[in-house]
């Protein structure tokens, strides 16, 4: 079975500019989550979604959005960039119903200068 | 407000013997805890998970035990391997909010020949 893949796996920026990455879950999950990890702060989650919906979200500003396609890939987008928004985005897919256990991509890093 | 807390930041230890990796959390609401090995420029790997119903569980050479008294679990690998030097993460999650995980700042592990 595929893992989760995430494209692209690096990405430059300039502030002010917006960015949309992607991510493909493993075949028959139905949840994808996304987290970023900074050195400071470690790994925060920024919102989950499932069935297209979102399900669960964390504490990012509105500036941070994502959606998910019926095929379960979703993608997540961050308008406005800034400088503090470099980091490695993460997603992770579940079945979302009977399991905790989440299964990371490779992470997309991103910088923005 | 860290809800996961690992409180070392690294540990060395010589390959063949145990490695013992301890997480806290505050939270009482958490009901399934994961550990996950992360190196360098990859995403989190998933390792073992325990329930809150359960006080251990064990997978080949890893044993996670948990103490929800203390609100405290630890990781134990046996024996050591110097292909074990990663960076782990103690992640916690609870019913109401399954793909939203908790993590802990990381503890990073070197297994020495």
């Known amino acids: 079975k595929a893992g989760v893949t995430q494209t692209p796996r690096y990405l430059i920026k300039t502030r002010g500019q917006q960015v949309t990455l992607s991510c493909s879950p493993i075949?028959?999950?139905?949840?994808v989550s996304w987290y970023q990890q900074t050195p400071g702060q470690g790994l925060q989650f920024l919102f989950e979604y499932f069935s297209e919906t979102q399900r669960n979200k964390g504490n990012f500003p509105g500036r941070f959005s994502g959606r998910q396609f019926s095929n379960s890939r979703s993608e997540m987008n961050v308008s406005t960039l800034e400088l503090g928004d470099s980091a490695l985005y993460l997603c992770?897919?579940?079945?979302?119903?009977?399991?905790?256990?989440?299964?990371f991509g490779p992470g997309t890093r991103l910088t923005v200068t | 407000d860290q809800q996961v807390k690992q409180n070392s930041p690294s540990l060395s230890v010589q390959e063949g013997r145990i490695s013992i990796l301890n997480c806290d959390y505050t939270?009482?609401?958490?009901?399934?805890f994961l550990w996950y090995k992360k190196y360098p420029a990859e995403g989190p790997t998933f390792l073992i998970s325990?329930?809150?119903?359960?006080d251990k569980n064990e997978d080949g050479r890893f044993t996670v035990f948990l103490n929800k008294s203390a609100k405290h679990l630890s990781l134990h690998i046996v024996p050591s391997q110097p292909g074990d030097s990663a960076v782990y993460f103690c992640?916690?999650?609870?019913?109401?909010?399954?793909?939203?995980?908790?993590f802990g700042k990381g503890t990073k592990l070197s297994v020495k020949p």
């Open positions: 325990i329930s809150s119903i359960k």
């Open positions: 992640a916690a999650s609870h019913g109401g909010s399954q793909g939203n995980l908790i």
């Open positions: 992770a897919s579940s079945t979302g119903t009977d399991s905790y256990e989440q299964y």
């Open positions: 939270n009482s609401m958490f009901d399934y």
């Open positions: 075949s028959g999950h139905r949840s």
